[in-house]
């Protein structure tokens, strides 16, 4: 069983930067492929970036080159770096994985994962 915790969010002006990080914890023999999900109110749930279990990268296009997606696996916490911010960036942001041993394709809304953690709100006024 994994338990992912966020941290890191709150409240920035437009043009403004945040990190969030993702604690992990609890034993697994497999190696977790790891995403940043976000959920606005009244829109539907997107994957707003993503680390493969062979270390690749992915962003929504809504994201890209603004939004880093890292591990310390050392310390075994997952991050979310985000500039730029702008007020379509406001949402409740949840850090998933899903064990390498479950064969699942990448989604725009984070379907693929098993495990979640309970979120951090990010909030960008213009």
């Known amino acids: 069983q994994v338990h992912l915790m966020e941290s890191g969010g709150g409240s920035v002006q437009a043009g403004g930067s945040l990190r969030l990080s993702c604690v992990v914890s609890?034993?697994?023999?497999?190696?977790?492929?790891m995403g940043w999900i976000r959920q606005a109110p009244g829109k539907e749930r997107e994957a707003v970036a993503g680390?493969?279990?062979?270390?690749?990268?992915r962003y929504a296009d809504s994201v890209k080159g603004r939004f880093t997606i890292s591990k310390d696996n050392a310390k075994n916490i997952l991050y979310l770096q985000m500039s730029s911010l702008k007020a379509d960036d406001t949402a409740m942001y949840y850090c998933?994985?899903?064990?390498?041993?479950?064969?699942?394709?990448?989604?725009?809304?984070?379907?693929?994962?098993?495990?979640w953690g309970q979120g951090t709100q990010v909030t960008v006024s213009s």
């Open positions: 609890g034993y697994s023999y497999y190696r977790y492929c």
């Open positions: 680390l493969d279990c062979d270390g690749r990268t």
């Open positions: 998933a994985a899903k064990p390498e041993n479950i064969v699942a394709a990448p989604t725009a809304t984070g379907e693929e994962y098993n495990y």
